[in-house]
């Protein structure tokens, strides 16, 4: 069969603590879980308009490749923002709503993609960076922060730069309405896993996201700061 690549953008995600999940332990979660990736696919698709499935999930991982074309009603940096607003929203929905934190990569490149296979540079390099992610955070290649739209706000909405200078998704974006809940979720967490640290140093390191951007969301004057406890 011949190989035909062509430009993609993907992410690579790995659902941390989502062994049960995938084990459909818990039926009722694992259909949520499943009925999220399938509504993801369908925007997609409603992007693309070509049918071609773009949402793999298997063990406790799942892979989401999007074709990006010169050609059409929409510009590359258009196609770039809207895949990275997807995967935003997924990534925070799958928190929210399985208690699961994702980490994982972003990636641009060529890729092959049939029926029964996905090949290319693309994905090799997203599983790469991936592992490199260290905490629930899906980093960002540069290739993809260079090509995303120069609209006013759209690096505050979608970049979030940790202490580390590492560039990862904010999937909190500039939403400030539901960071109560986000940061009760959290802190409920740290509380749960107080017995294991390597898990409570990844919930600590989303309470510090959760506290910069919500520091980001004050200083662009869009909502009031957060009082300090008392």
Known sequence: MPISLSLHICAYLDVLGGTDLFKCVDIEASERFVSMLSELERRLNGMRRDGT???????????????LRTAGKFSIEQQVGYFLTEIANQVEQIFIHCELPMRGAITVGNLHIDDQTVIGEAMVRAVELEKK????????DDDVVRMLPTMPLAQETLVYEAADGARSLNYLGLRFWGF???RELIERRIGEVSKNPRAQEKYQWLLDYHGDIERRVSDLGLVHPRPDPA
Do not use: G, M, Q
Request: hydrophobic share 60%; no cysteine; glycine share 0%.
């Open 133 to 140: 992610a260290n905490f629930p955070r899906v980093l960002l």
């Open 53 to 67: 499935p773009v949402v793999w999930a298997f063990t406790d991982n799942v892979f989401v490749a999007y074709p």
């Open 180 to 182: 109560k809940f986000h």
